[in-house]
Nanobody, 125 residues
Framework: QVQLVESGGGLVQAGNSLTLTCTVS????????MGWFRQTPGKKREFVAD????????YYKESILGRFAGSRDNAKNTAYLQIYNAKPEDTAVYYC??????????????????RGQGTQVTVSA
């Protein structure tokens, strides 16, 4: 059974940093590129980042360039999303997803093979 479990969310003050973790089981992790998405109430889930199979290529949503950093550790079957200088507009539920598709970046949530349940991030002003 494939599982993607996000963790690391919580309440953080604006200007601070936090790291989200996506722990994956039940698949060969290195065969999948890992996407990060976020969603706020009433809005469509939006693409944040896509991390290649070996972590060498990472694509980001343009508006968060320089403040977010994606990475992965294939030995630990884990992907990460670091948020620096958090802003109130970063408040959202953050999700990770896995895709074996050769296309990168994959910005469509529905095209990923497996998806997590999300972790809430709240940034206070």
């Amino acid at each position: 059974q494939v599982q993607l479990v996000e963790s690391g969310g919580g309440l953080v003050q604006a200007g601070n940093s936090l790291t989200l973790t996506c722990t994956v089981s039940g698949l060969t992790f290195s065969n999948y590129h890992m996407g990060w998405f976020r969603q706020t109430p009433g809005k469509k889930r939006e693409f944040v980042a896509d991390i290649s199979w070996d972590g060498a290529k990472i694509y980001y949503k343009e508006s968060i360039l320089g403040r977010f950093a994606g990475s992965r550790d294939n030995a630990k079957n884990t992907a990460y999303l670091q948020i620096y200088n958090a802003k109130p507009e970063d408040t959202a539920v953050y999700y990770c997803a896995a895709s074996a598709d050769v296309i990168m970046p994959l910005r469509d949530w529905d095209l990923y093979d497996y998806r997590g349940q999300g972790t809430q991030v709240t940034v206070s002003a």
